[in-house]
């Protein structure tokens, strides 16, 4: 049975890191059985997670490992697309990696009262002496990179403006589908999902996030989604009233 290593359920999300999730979820669209684990990015062959045991065969990156579920088991998660939809469900894709997911992931970890409930948890156990430079310390790498790539170079104001024109975006492209590319999902309605999901649980604070609750056609979209890949799972997102101007 294939092991997933992910970073586990929390932050009102059945799993925080939204790559984990993509890949949890092409496995439960091939319909293969897997165990999960919770894991250190230090434990996988990229130094990420996820990454996946295959019988013996450790494979890092969600891309990457979508790759092997298709070859392996003979399955197609875009089976349902023409050429010219699965190079649109890439390019959506890729604009969620390279634009929005970012933008959450700046919030939770560089905000620093979500960094507190989030990440600087996992320190909890850490002697109390050293719990403070621990989490400094995490939270400096993740700066670095976060600078290096770009994002933690803008002002707040604008990380939410780049993210809300992704936000957008999806909304004109979703429409009235059910799902991204029409009545069933694709590849990457997965990623997707788990990118909006990450932006809208009420377990974080964040302008991004009173702009992402904002968009009824998504927050359906994130239900649905939860509704067929995770119907155990009790998500909330916490919306009372959506306000948004026209
Ligand atoms: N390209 C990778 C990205 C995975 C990724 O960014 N994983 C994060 C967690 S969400 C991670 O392991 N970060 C730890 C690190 O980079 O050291 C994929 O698609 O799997």
Redesign the pocket.
């Known amino acids: 049975m294939i092991v997933l290593s992910g ?1 586990g359920a929390a932050w009102g999300l059945p799993e925080i ?4 999730t ?1 890949t949890e979820i092409h496995l439960r669209m091939a319909g293969l059985d897997y165990s999960k684990r919770q894991a250190h ?1 230090d434990e ?1 062959p ?5 990454f996946i045991d295959d019988g013996g065969r450790l494979i ?4 990457f490992i979508r790759f092997h579920i298709e070859g392996e088991y003979g399955v197609d998660l875009d089976g349902d697309l023409t050429p010219f939809g699965r190079a649109t469900a890439m390019a959506i894709e890729m604009m969620c990696e390279h634009e929005l997911a970012p933008a959450v992931g700046y919030f939770r970890w560089l905000t620093p009262e979500n960094f507190e409930r989030g990440p600087g948890m996992w320190f909890n156990d850490a002697p109390a002496e050293m719990r403070a430079e621990l989490k400094r310390g995490l939270q400096d790498e993740v700066r670095k ?1 976060m600078i290096a790539r770009g994002i933690a170079r803008h002002s707040e104001a604008e990380i939410v403006g780049l993210a809300v024109r992704s936000l957008k975006a999806l909304e004109v492209f979703l429409d009235k589908k059910p799902f991204l590319m029409g009545d069933e999902p694709c590849g990457a309605d997965a990623f997707v999902f788990a990118t909006l999901a990450a932006a809208m649980t009420p377990y974080f604070q964040s302008p991004l996030r009173d702009e992402a609750v904002k968009f009824p056609t998504l927050v359906a979209y994130v239900t649905r989604m939860f509704d067929r890949f995770y119907p155990d799972f009790e998500w909330d997102a916490g919306i009372t009233e959506i306000k948004r101007a026209a």
């Open positions: 970073g890191s939204p790559f984990v993509k990015p996988s990229k130094g990420q997670i996820p890092g990156d969600s891309t990179v």
